[in-house]
T-cell receptor, first 114, second 112 residues
Framework: DAGVIQSPRHEVTEMGQEVTLRCKPISGHDYLFWYRQTMMRGLELLIYFNNNVPIDDSGMPEDRFSAKMPNASFSTLKIQPSEPRDSAVYFC????????????FGNGTRLTVT | AQSVAQPEDQVNVAEGNPLTVKCTYSVSGNPYLFWYVQYPNRGLQFLLKYITGDNLVKGSYGFEAEFNKSQTSFHLKKPSALVSDSALYFCAVRGTTNKLIFGTGTLLAVQP
């Protein structure tokens, strides 16, 4: 079990550029979550998918943010255009079905927008 | 709506002493409660969970948590702290919506 894999680990970009974060969940997991972590706001749930279908995107901050899950083994979070306030660590997590199932997190992508 | 509160930003404890990290929750229906630990530059790691049954739940690395329904609390405990336990600890609740909502985190500092 390789765990949840995120890429890149670090991303530095200039304001206005498009940023794409990638996630490979654990095989067999039905749920995939995207979180953002900052000192000011802590851990925020952005969006989550069940069987590749977006279920709740109410945490997505603005229309500049979009997420897709084209298949069970891949998801992307895109920011276009990026802004300095988007600087944060973005985590992907996956889990089996059921509210009693723990989430398994990737190591995150540290995004810096200058 | 479900929510979790961690009232302490930081907990300091001497190595070898017992530790407690506090958490209270609010959720409709049966709570599914979790504790996670985060080390620097890493993702969150699952420690333990409460679903139903025994109010004392045992988890990884010698940690345990006590569920108290009347006080709506789920405090994390360890009988003897290690310096290597120093990290950021998150309490979380997952309800029927399947969303996992985290508390603000508590930084545990264990002094040698």
């Amino acid at each position: 079990d390789a765990g949840v894999i995120q890429s890149p680990r670090h991303e530095v970009t200039e304001m206005g550029q498009e940023v794409t974060l990638r996630c490979k969940p654990i095989s067999g997991h039905d749920y995939l979550f995207w979180y953002r972590q900052t000192m000011m706001r802590g851990l925020e749930l952005l969006i989550y998918f069940n069987n590749n279908v977006p279920i709740d995107d109410s945490g997505m901050p603005e229309d500049r943010f979009s997420a897709k899950m084209p298949n069970a083994s891949f998801s992307t979070l895109k920011i276009q255009p990026s802004e300095p306030r988007d600087s944060a660590v973005y985590f992907c997590a996956s889990s089996l079905v059921g509210s009693n199932s723990p989430l398994h997190f990737g190591n995150g992508t540290r995004l810096t927008v200058t | 709506a479900q929510s979790v509160a961690q009232p302490e930003d930081q907990v300091n404890v001497a190595e070898g002493n017992p530790l407690t990290v506090k958490c209270t929750y609010s959720v409709s229906g049966n709570p599914y409660l979790f504790w996670y630990v985060q080390y620097p530059n890493r993702g969150l790691q699952f420690l333990l969970k409460y679903i139903t049954g025994d109010n004392l739940v045992k988890g990884s690395y010698g940690f345990e948590a006590e569920f108290n329904k009347s006080q709506t609390s789920f405090h994390l405990k360890k009988p003897s702290a290690l310096v290597s336990d120093s990290a950021l600890y998150f309490c979380a609740v997952r309800g029927t919506t399947n969303k996992l909502i985290f508390g603000t985190g508590t930084l545990l500092a264990v002094q040698p």
